[in-house]
């Protein structure tokens, strides 16, 4: 079998190159946990303290418990962005899964595919022979780093630079340095859900079919409306597995709710395939 494990140590490359980025997006994500109300389990049951998470660790009472948190970050300093990560929302679920899913997962994603895009561009031939011995496509970059398995072994290691950079700083202060980039966020959420514009009218009825089930790929995609060029990748793979031919998705692209820069991203990982 193949030897993986270049792609693996390219993989956590570009994450070290990246961390000034993770760091500025997990500030980001803080921003606003010291307004919440803060809640713990008490006896099996999830109770309201009656205090804001920011007043709760004014006092330096910790922010997390026993029953619900994760073992290896128990051993917090009250008030901490670790501490806050260990503490339960008002649904009970604790917050370093919500960081997992809503930073750590993407941002993994987006470096795995960085590395894909890198390897393609500089290491043609051991690209194709590692997507050829994991039995996918080398055209396919998604299909590869899911078959490759690098995320897993990755989002530990991306957890483990948050926590050596954030861990021990008080909450207050990681909000404060990850407010101007969450209002840049929400902006961006704001433009992106505000004017949807309207897919172009077909013009050959020829593509009718292709159009269909490129909508149909889209919405099964998960992805933003209008797609951003970050998630180019997963539209691509979407419209692949929905049986779209290159020379489809180059067509029908045009007609569907997608920010120009993703056409020409998608255009671009066609070109080279």
Do not use: K, Y
Not at 236 to 259: F, M, Q, S, Y
């Amino acid at each position: 079998m193949f030897d993986i494990d270049w792609m693996g140590l390219l993989t956590r490359e570009v994450l070290r190159e990246r961390g000034a980025a993770l760091i500025a997006e997990s500030c980001a994500w803080a921003v606003g946990l010291s307004d919440q109300p803060h809640f713990e389990r008490r006896a099996g049951r999830l109770v309201a303290t009656g205090l804001t998470v920011g007043e709760r660790a004014a006092h330096g009472r910790p922010l997390g418990g026993e029953e619900d948190g994760r073992l290896e970050l128990g051993d917090a300093r009250p008030g901490t962005f670790q501490d806050a990560l260990n503490m339960v929302d008002a649904r009970g679920r604790v917050q370093a899964e919500r960081f997992d899913d809503e930073v750590l997962g993407p941002f993994v994603r987006d470096t795995c595919l960085q590395a894909a895009e890198r390897a393609c561009a500089t290491r043609c031939g051991d690209w194709a022979e590692l997507a050829d011995d994991l039995g996918e496509s080398p055209r396919d970059l998604l299909d590869v780093v899911r078959a490759g398995g690098w995320e897993a072994p990755l989002r530990i290691d991306a957890e483990h630079l948050v926590l050596a950079a954030l861990g021990t700083v008080p909450l207050i202060e990681v909000e404060a340095e990850g407010l101007p980039l969450s209002l840049v966020r929400a902006a961006e959420a704001v433009t992106r859900t505000a004017v949807v514009p309207e897919p172009v009218p077909v013009p050959d009825d020829s593509l009718a079919g292709a159009l269909f089930l490129a909508r149909a790929a889209l919405d099964a995609s998960g992805c933003t409306v209008p797609v951003a060029p970050e998630e180019a990748d997963l539209l691509l793979a979407a419209l692949g597995d929905n049986g779209l031919e290159p020379e489809e998705v180059t067509a029908v692209l045009p007609h569907l709710p997608v920010e120009e820069a993703t056409i020409t991203r998608i255009a671009a990982t066609l070109a080279g395939r």
